[in-house]
Nanobody
């Protein structure tokens, strides 16, 4: 079973940037599709961005595309989420997770929370002045 550890969260001012990291151990991320999700207080967990290991296709929440970027470093077995122009409504716990179906086509598929089976502990991102 793959283990995931998120890092890089913290307190930032509106308009600031952060890079979140998700380091995997136990399995290579080549076996999975990988996603970033977030959950704000009182709200449902939602997909932020996902990437397929089959073809590198990516999914972005429509409201976040252009501000957030997902990437993967195969040599380091690590996935990143670059976050720019952060807003107070981005405040949430951010999780990385894996989907054992690695052949997802995110050009034509939505990224669904229910498909993901292994989750990290999460890292808090707070955007406030």
């Amino acid at each position: 079973q793959v283990q995931l550890v998120e890092s890089g969260g913290g307190l930032v001012q509106p308009g600031g940037s952060l890079r979140l990291s998700c380091a995997a151990s136990g399995r290579t991320l080549d076996y999975y599709s990988i996603g970033w999700f977030r959950q704000a207080p009182g709200k449902e967990r939602e997909a932020v961005s996902c990437i397929s290991s089959r073809d590198g296709s990516t999914y972005y929440s429509a409201s976040l595309k252009g501000r957030f970027t997902i990437s993967k470093d195969n040599a380091k077995n690590t996935v990143y989420l670059e976050m720019a122009n952060l807003k107070p409504e981005d405040t949430a716990v951010y999780y990385c997770a894996t989907d054992p179906v690695w052949v997802r086509d995110y050009t034509n598929e939505h990224c669904r929370v229910a498909d993901f089976t292994s989750w990290g502990q999460g890292t808090q991102v707070t955007v406030s002045s």
